[in-house]
T-cell receptor, first 114, second 109 residues
């Protein structure tokens, strides 16, 4: 599949579970991003990676732990989440941080914390 | 601080009517602005960029620096335009793209 692929599409987890979200892009982009989309709120930027290095942590709680092993893959490790963390988590990529050509988004992972 | 505001959560119009989706921004530098669209059950996708001054699917948006606005317009709405529309501001510090709250456009037959 081309573009940005996110797995799983849906995830239900308990507050004591540990799970990971995966994002993969085949666009040759160097920058990747995690966004959180909650109901009635704007998309919130969580993390920014450029050439595998984290360049931004937007005051995200430590129960969210990103990992970027290479420029094509981005993970979001989740542990001891709260019900208010239920949301759509979107991954995006762009050619690099300096581009204003916009981002390419994945379809998202719908997370429900019970 | 950088901010994008879309004052309308929902905009409902009839087919063939003109549409204007409002977006205001707050940014001290030179802004680069975008409109993204999310159709039902589809991923968020870029609609247009102010810098390219293009018209996509009949939509246009003009940057007004005096009013700090980037409103999205279409003269004749179509039912297939029904979607969530997000205005976004790109700023160079860290290459960040920040979004407004989104406006749901509903075009009725």
């Amino acid at each position: 599949e081309t573009g940005v692929t996110q797995t799983p599409r849906h995830l239900v987890m308990g507050m004591t579970n540990k799970k990971s979200l995966k994002c993969e892009q085949h666009l040759g982009h160097n920058a990747m991003y995690w966004y959180k989309q909650s109901a009635k709120k704007p998309l919130e930027l969580m993390f920014v990676y450029n050439f595998k290095e984290q360049t931004e942590n937007n005051s995200v709680p430590s129960r969210f732990s990103p990992e970027c092993p290479n420029s094509s893959h981005l993970f979001l490790h989740l542990h001891t989440l709260q019900p208010e963390d239920s949301a759509l988590y979107l991954c995006a990529s762009s050619q690099d941080l300096g581009t204003s050509y916009g981002y390419t988004f994945g379809s998202g992972t719908r997370l429900t914390v019970v | 601080a950088q901010r994008v505001t879309q004052p309308e959560k929902l905009l409902s119009v009839f087919k063939g009517a003109p549409v204007e989706l409002k977006c205001n921004y707050s940014y001290s530098g030179s802004p680069e602005l975008f409109w993204y669209v999310q159709y039902s059950r589809q991923r968020l996708q870029l609609l247009l960029r102010h810098i390219s001054r293009e018209s996509i699917k009949g939509f246009t948006a003009d940057l007004n620096k005096g009013e700090t606005s980037f409103h999205l317009k279409k003269p004749f709405a179509q039912e297939e335009d029904s979607a969530m529309y997000y205005c976004a501001l790109y700023y160079n510090q860290g290459g960040k793209l920040i979004f407004g709250q989104g406006t749901e456009l509903s075009v009725k037959p």
